[in-house]
């Protein structure tokens, strides 16, 4: 299988004396097509992870390749080959999903004649033909990250970086996302980098996992190789025994001193 | 016991603003009671003291009536509009929520957001009556007429504010429910300084006090003036001044005007407190949504103007976005009033060098204000253009192409406007004078934008954003003012220009390369 994707060492640190580890000796290969989950909790280091990928931020040390371009090196390369649904993406609120898209693929030097075209088939696969010319002030969030996606996708990239993809959205259009992300990678072949917190549609969708945690890549397999490698039954019980969490004894013991008192 | 409501609320506004200077909060009143009573016991006494006599002159005269008056009515109307203007700015209607689902009154609420803030608006208030009282007991008022007097300050100010207190409160639930309804907002909180401006403007350079003591002219302005709260305290200083320590020879009159204003403080308040259900709830919304028309000439030919293809996307784009936000149409014309304001006001038609220095200023500030959406709406905008190939380049050269289509007319209309009232000039020295203007604009677009990318501003109500507005018309005016020393006024101009374009350049250069290390 060919790799698209591939982290040789790769860090980020914050702080003055690099004392957050945002990403720590990241060591990642993503193939082509396959869908790829990155899962870890709040704070893990999946954002900074999708953002070093998208040559948006530098890393402190190591480095990436993208379909074959050095995210040091050739960053435009690589952001051509790319399309990004960031988790806390900017807007330009006062467009509309038209304009916003064809703001988009300007960016991404879509050819003009194509661009009409392109434009109007997304906003139908996203139910959004009716409300194309409202400003994007006015959408929900969920309407907003259709949008957002329909950006990612407008210049029709091989490689797709999803961050936190359906968080926002209604269980219709959460489904819709899903079918999507099927599709584009059964039919269209697309490699897809789906980050989240949500394990059914990671477990749904991807084909192979990496868990990260405390910037730190801790479990790397398909889905049932992980579960089995932790002895548990569920994913979820799995990914909580890698990352930690709250005891159940632990749950109510904040009642426990003010019944006492009573 | 639980503590009132509106107590509680008044103490966690109080704490808010302190916020910014936690390790001193504790401290805060201490410092700020001690340093006042400085203030009015010897440094207010000794400021007026050094001009005593001229004071005394001016409150026996004709003028200190309409002067006093005016005086009071701006910072009348700076106490209304000023916590208008503040809420405008960044309305707010999330922790409505919170309050709402909470078993509090809307009444307490409203008395808690002006008692939280009040401390500091009477820091204000003791500051301006510290020197009125120090300027009018070398006269010899009695205690009681002293007392009244800052009495009067207290009743005017604290009326103006809450009422402003009221009105924000009011505007922010009637705005904040949609984006459209914010963005009206934050125009308003913007132009609502004007009024004031104005009045200030004509104080100091239009004579306008002058004007009003005169009994033969301005009758209706002098009426509708007096007729406004601000001025009965004002008359009764100007009573007491003629009639130190016999307030027995004016008790009709204070009677009249100091009780007008304790009725008119208490009605405010009342007012206030049957407004606050309207001024707290979620009950309005709206459902329109705002729609884009298709791209009409202006759009086309704009395009076309900047080379058409991608590039030309680009900047109808980024025109669009800024040009739907009432707010930034709002500084523009905040700008252009300022300007239009000193014309009228400050300038004298025989001395255009004044004017030139003024457009100087504001040209720089005007420029700020259009270029620095580059980076105010956060830093998740930038990211589009990182993500995307060459596109910190291109954002540069947008932003620069729509900073100067904005700024460049803009400039060349204000100039040519404040020419007319130059006496004979020749056609040829106004248009020369015309282009050196807008080229000096010219460069301030570049230099703005160089130094926003140089000091990202990721909000436009953050420290960042505050220092570029304030360096820009200081580096301006200061460049101009020291060439002007060693060049002479000759060829100050040419240098300045020559100078703004340079640094503008390097400023631009430095701040395209931090562009690309903003994470």
């Known amino acids: 299988m060919n790799v698209v994707a591939r982290t040789d060492n790769l860090c980020k640190y914050y702080g003055r004396h690099g004392e957050i580890k945002a990403v720590d000796q990241l060591n990642l290969e993503v193939y082509e097509g396959e869908t790829f989950g990155l899962l870890g909790p709040n704070g893990a280091g999946k954002t900074t992870t999708v953002r070093l990928l998208n040559c948006i931020i530098k890393p402190t040390s190591g480095t990436a390749t993208v379909a074959g371009h050095d995210i040091l090196k050739n960053p435009d390369d690589v952001k051509r080959v790319t399309g990004l649904l960031a988790e806390s993406p900017g807007l330009y609120e006062k467009l509309s999903a038209y304009e916003f898209l064809e703001f988009m693929a300007a960016l991404y030097d879509v050819p003009r004649d194509i661009v009409p075209h392109r434009i109007e088939d997304l906003l139908k696969l996203f139910g959004l033909s009716d409300r194309r010319n409202h400003l994007l002030e006015g959408y929900s969030r969920g309407m907003k990250q259709k949008v957002l996606l329909a950006a990612a996708l407008v210049h029709d990239p091989p490689i797709l970086f999803l961050d936190e993809p359906t968080s926002t959205l209604d269980p219709r259009a959460a489904l819709m996302v899903k079918d999507l992300i099927k599709e584009l990678s059964d039919q269209a072949g697309k490699t897809i980098f789906v980050c989240s917190h949500i394990l059914p549609i990671v477990e749904e969708l991807c084909d192979r996992i990496g868990v990260i945690n405390q910037g730190r890549l801790i479990a790397l397999g398909t889905v049932e190789e992980i579960i089995a490698r932790t002895g548990k039954k569920t994913l979820e019980e799995a990914f909580i025994e890698m990352t930690g969490g709250v005891e159940e004894k632990e749950l109510l013991a904040w009642r426990e001193h003010t019944h006492a008192g009573t | ?519």
């Not at chain 2, 009671?33 to 050094?50: C, D, F, K, Q, R």
């Not at chain 2, 701006?74 to 000023?82: G, P, T």
């Not at chain 2, 405010?268 to 884009?292: M, P």
């Not at chain 2, 720089?364 to 830093?379: C, D, H, I, N, Y």
């Open chain 2, 1 to 519: 016991m639980q503590a009132p409501k509106w107590y509680v609320i008044g103490k966690n506004q109080y704490r808010l603003t302190l916020s910014g200077v936690r390790e001193v909060r504790p401290y805060f009143p201490y410092l700020a009671i001690g340093l006042l009573a400085l203030y009015v016991a010897y440094l207010a006494p000794a400021i007026v003291g050094s001009f005593t006599d001229e004071a005394l002159e001016f409150l026996l005269s004709q003028a200190a009536v309409a002067t006093i008056q005016l005086i009071l009515f701006s910072i009348f109307l700076w106490f209304i509009f000023f916590p208008v203007s503040l809420v405008l700015r960044d309305i707010q209607i999330s922790q409505l929520e919170i309050f709402l689902s909470a078993p509090v009154k809307p009444s307490h609420l409203l008395l808690g957001e002006f008692l939280g803030v009040l401390p500091f608006y009477a820091i204000g208030v003791v500051v301006i009556a510290g020197v009125f009282t120090a300027l009018v007991n070398p006269l010899g008022l009695g205690v009681l007429q002293t007392a009244i007097v800052v009495m009067v300050f207290v009743l005017t100010f604290f009326s103006a504010l809450w009422l402003g207190t009221v009105a924000g409160a009011l505007l922010r639930t009637k705005l904040g429910q949609s984006d459209r309804g914010r963005d009206i907002g934050k125009a308003i909180g913007f132009l609502i300084a004007l009024p004031v401006v104005a009045v200030m403007y004509a104080m100091m350079g239009g004579g306008l006090a002058t004007v009003l003591s005169d009994p033969g002219a301005s009758g209706l302005v002098r009426s509708a003036l007096g007729l406004l709260p601000s001025s009965w305290g004002a008359r009764l200083i100007t009573d007491f001044a003629a009639n130190p320590g016999n307030i027995s020879a004016v008790w009709f009159e204070t009677l009249t005007r100091f009780g007008g204003l304790t009725l008119f403080f208490l009605a405010s308040l009342w007012l206030g407190v049957k407004l606050a259900d309207r001024a707290y709830n979620l009950e309005t919304t709206s459902f329109s949504a705002a729609k884009a028309k298709s791209d009409g000439a202006f759009y086309n030919a704009l395009r076309s103007f900047v080379g058409g293809g991608a590039f030309g996307t680009l900047v109808v784009s980024i025109f669009k976005d800024y040009g739907r936000r009432l707010q930034n149409l709002s500084r523009v014309g905040y700008i252009m009033g300022i300007i239009v304001l000193i014309n009228v006001f400050l300038v004298r038609p025989d001395e255009p060098f004044g004017m030139f220095l003024m457009g100087q200023a504001l040209f720089g500030v005007l420029a700020a204000f259009v270029v620095g959406e580059v980076t105010v709406r956060g830093k998740e905008c930038l990211f589009i253009y990182r993500k995307a190939p060459r596109g910190e380049s291109r954002l540069v050269k947008a932003r620069l192409a729509q900073g100067w289509i904005v700024t460049l007319p803009i400039a060349a209309a204000l100039t040519a406007a404040q020419l007319a009232i130059v006496p004979r000039i020749s056609p040829l020295a106004a248009l020369g004078y015309i282009a050196v203007l807008v080229v000096l604009a010219a460069a301030y677009v570049v230099l703005t934008l160089g130094l926003f990318l140089l000091m990202p501003a990721f909000s436009d109500k953050g420290g960042e954003f505050g220092v570029i507005m304030m360096v820009i018309p200081m580096l301006s005016l200061g460049s101009f003012i020291a060439s002007d020393i060693l060049l002479g006024r000759a060829w100050s101009g040419p240098f300045v220009v020559v100078l703004s374009w340079l640094v503008g350049i390097l400023l631009l250069v430095l701040g395209k390369r931090n562009l690309g290390r903003i994470e």
